[in-house]
């Protein structure tokens, strides 16, 4: 009888649903001994597979190993659904496993590459895709026009935090409740770091993410009824006393298999028909569960596993330690400083935090990509290889030359002032580039475009910033500050920071 070998994001009903016979779970602890992971990550990795295991009983064998091989080589007749990395599927073809179509994503493989196919030499741009995949399964959909009247409400989703508020003021988010599992988990982790097996980065507090079926939905339905509402709105927004603001929490779990995003999707417009949510805020969060993330996992396929290495805008610095480590005390920005304390905690923040604090930090100071996509997929608990490479090679660090984004996301001091309350408390102000009171966001964007004039020079979404160099009294000096500056991390010293 076949067996069907699961692996620890394959977790959801729809991994299992048309298979009677037995089911293979295997736990590497190797997995973890290659590389450093946040803590918080490898306890919800862990306690969703445990969890999963005892729902089967004993229809599931879960073998602690060292290695997969061991163990799948021991069964004659495998099958598996597509993995989720490269590393992965090789692992599986290796082994000789029957490989199943990918399951877990709106968009079939097939229909991408038919889609992609069709475009000629047009650029696969995510909007397209998005409403192609809005019409194909019939969501947010009128007849044959978007709900709403159009297709995108970016603009009324782009709103700054509320003035003087200190949170917005939404309902928190669901919790789980830890339990036997749990526990279990943790000693197993503290043991092994005990005996030197394994080192993390970051803190394992009490766990935040769903990992079950059970509480994933949960967090689901909570969301959808509670927070869904204010989603839009500030979706880009930060607030220091509020980690989550309106955001949905559920990257993770359906990151696990433990969700699929068509009822996802599905959940969120059933509030919008109900009317329970505004459509600005339901198409927003439509658009990331079945347009983005659907579009990263495709280009993740699309590009082939080359596209982890592409390096366009040739930047080779070494990510320094501090940051790697996650030391927020290491930086008197504020921003920076915050947002690794919020990683280390949690293992998570939004995705602004990410891409114009972290990333575009990281962008503007010439950090090599593939340190960049590793760090972004160990420290963060909904981090895989086919999400990192296409977000953070693509969209964060542009070192695929304008393939998935069509212009370098990074920015000034004066973003991070609009769209956050950073910089009230900030000792760097975001107004100034040159100085001791210099913002590193401020100084280090005209640093990467001085560095980059000539690759940006043609791109116009970049040429009006670009010309802007020339206007600048003051370059040379900045560019020696920062040529100074460098990789440190950004502090108040006595005659430069």
């Known amino acids: 009888m076949t067996t069907r070998w699961l692996f620890g994001d394959q977790l959801g009903p729809h991994f299992t649903d048309d298979h009677r016979g037995p089911l293979l779970m295997v736990e590497s602890k190797a997995v973890f001994q290659r590389r450093r992971f946040h803590r918080a990550k490898a306890h919800l990795v862990l306690s969703a597979m445990r969890h999963r295991a005892a729902d089967f009983g004993d229809r599931l064998t879960y073998v602690r190993a060292d290695t997969y091989a061991e163990v799948v080589g021991q069964h004659d007749d495998v099958e598996v659904v597509h993995p989720t990395s490269y590393a992965a599927l090789g692992l599986v073809e290796r082994l000789d496993a029957t490989v199943l179509e990918p399951r877990g994503f709106a968009t079939p493989r097939a229909d991408f590459q038919r889609w992609a196919a069709g475009r000629g030499a047009k650029r696969l741009l995510m909007e397209d895709f998005y409403r192609r995949a809005r019409q194909a399964h019939g969501v947010l959909m009128d007849g044959g026009e978007p709900a709403g009247g159009q297709w995108n409400f970016d603009h009324d989703n782009r709103q700054p935090p509320p003035k003087g508020a200190a949170t917005l003021g939404v309902t928190e988010p669901w919790w789980p409740t830890e339990d ?131 390096n366009a ?150 040429a009006r910033a670009v010309n802007g160099l020339d206007r600048l009294k003051d370059l040379e000096e900045l560019v020696e500050q920062e040529d100074v500056r460098g990789n440190r991390a950004p502090r108040k010293v006595s005659g430069r920071a």
């Open 180 to 310: 036997d599992i749990d526990a279990e988990v943790r000693e197993d982790l503290d043991r092994w770091e005990r005996d030197g097996e394994v080192a993390f980065i970051g803190r394992d507090g009490v766990r935040r993410f769903a990992a079950t079926r059970r509480e994933a939905l949960a967090a689901l339905d909570h969301f959808v009824e509670h927070r869904l509402p204010d989603f839009g709105a500030h979706e880009d927004a930060i607030l220091e006393g509020d980690p989550w603001m309106a955001h949905s929490l559920v990257s993770a779990p359906m990151n696990l298999g433990l969700l699929d995003p068509l009822e996802v999707a599905e959940r969120a417009e059933a509030a919008y028909r109900s009317g329970a949510a505004p459509i600005a805020s339901v198409e927003g969060f439509v658009r990331q569960v079945i347009g983005w993330r659907d579009y990263v996992w495709h280009l993740y396929w699309h590009q082939g596993d080359g596209y982890r290495r592409r």
């Open 313 to 462: 805008l040739r930047a080779q610095q070494k990510m320094p330690q501090w940051f790697a480590e996650l030391d927020g005390d290491a930086t008197d920005a504020r921003c920076l400083s915050h947002t690794l304390d919020q990683v280390a905690e949690h293992g998570w923040v939004h995705h602004i935090p990410r891409l114009m604090v972290l990333g575009s930090y990281a962008l503007q100071r010439g950090w090599a990509p593939t340190q960049v996509t590793d760090w972004f997929h160990r420290a963060f608990v909904d981090g895989y290889d086919w999400v990192m490479v296409p977000n953070v090679v693509g969209m964060s660090q542009h070192a695929d030359g304008g393939v998935m984004a069509t212009k370098p996301y990074t920015s000034g001091g004066a973003y991070i002032n609009t769209m956050s309350d950073h910089c009230g408390s900030c000792r760097f102000n975001p107004r100034v580039r040159v100085g001791d009171d210099a913002c590193p966001f401020t100084a280090g964007y005209w640093w990467f475009l001085d560095r980059h004039r000539e690759e940006l020079a043609g791109n116009h979404r970049m």
